[in-house]
């Protein structure tokens, strides 16, 4: 009988961390409120008091939970390669 080929798992991961982390050269997908070229999700686990902390802010800021996101990784990790 023949053997079945390793199959990836859920969540593994590429070989080469460049290729994984590189963005892809994809034009913006057109969805309301999506930020021009390639957007990647990115989901994080807040306690239920944390969250409506930051949805309160957000809205006392008259923004969005997801822009001031946006924002403060810019702020936190800034593009030092001098590419945008």
Do not use: N
Not at 18 to 27: G, M, N
Not at 63 to 81: G, H
Request: proline share 5%.
């Amino acid at each position: 009988m023949s053997e079945r080929p390793a199959k990836a798992g859920f969540a593994s991961r590429p070989g080469d961390a460049d290729r994984w982390i590189k963005a892809a050269d994809v034009v913006g997908s057109g969805k309301v409120g999506a930020v021009a070229g390639f957007t990647a999700r990115l989901t994080i686990d807040v306690t239920p008091a944390l969250r409506r902390r930051m949805k309160l802010v957000a809205v006392q800021r008259g923004t969005t939970l997801a822009d001031m996101a946006r924002a403060l990784f810019e702020r936190e990790f800034p593009d030092i390669s001098g590419e945008d």
